[in-house]
């Protein structure tokens, strides 16, 4: 992920080491210890403590950390560099540690999309100095990895149990709505999970082998 801060280095460095920054896209901070070595901690709603560990810091340059298995099961390396242009400070996220099944598309999908709604919170404060977190406000869960695609959200992985599982979700079935809602892609499916809560019923619409399908099922706990 590429994008451009309207800011000097100096502060989009600061943008992702120092807590008041961090605070505004990311959790609750507990610790900042820039250095390698050294760690981020923070806390999430539902998520409880998180840590990321230190590897590289060449201040106004390049920040690398490792986070633990958590939401992705899996440690994962993330690399941040900063170059100043003519318009601010390009900032570049690669994250890496992701497999190559179904499911970790699902997983890197999922984080891609997490990166965007984050960053909305940075962008938000830059703007207005308003801090408001919008990321972690889930009521409920599907039950099932998807990736977006042209015709809408692709089922990936079904958990079993789960919404997706009750349902007789499976690979390959592209979503086309929750309840009365429409759906276009995994935003869409974002938006429902927060706006509904966990252990309701609801209806959930897919296209399988040229079908349009509905079910019902009990929405999980996030």
Known sequence: MTF?????????????????????????????????GGRIRFTIPGHGELIWSIEQAEEHKRLVWLEPPAAVPSERRTTVTFKETAKGTRVRIEEAGFGESD?????????????????????LYLRTGVKFDRM????????????DTP???EVVSVA????????????GDIVVRLGAAPVFDIADVWL???????????????????????????LGYP
């Open 4 to 36: 451009v801060l309207d800011l000097q280095v100096e502060q989009a460095w600061q943008v992702f080491t120092m807590p008041d920054y961090l605070e505004a896209w990311l959790g609750t901070i507990v610790e900042c210890d820039i250095r390698p």
């Open 103 to 123: 499911a970790w598309r699902g997983h890197l999908d999922g984080t891609r999309h997490g990166w965007t709604q984050n960053l909305a919170g940075l962008h």
């Open 136 to 147: 972690n406000t889930f009521r409920a869960d599907l039950g099932a990895h998807l990736v």
């Open 151 to 153: 015709a809408g959200p």
């Open 160 to 171: 079993p149990g789960g919404f997706a599982d009750q349902a007789v979700l499976r690979s």
């Open 192 to 218: 429902f999970c927060r706006e509904h809560t966990g252990g309701t019923e609801v209806s959930v619409s897919f296209v399988r082998d040229g079908a349009l399908l509905t079910a019902q099922a009990i």
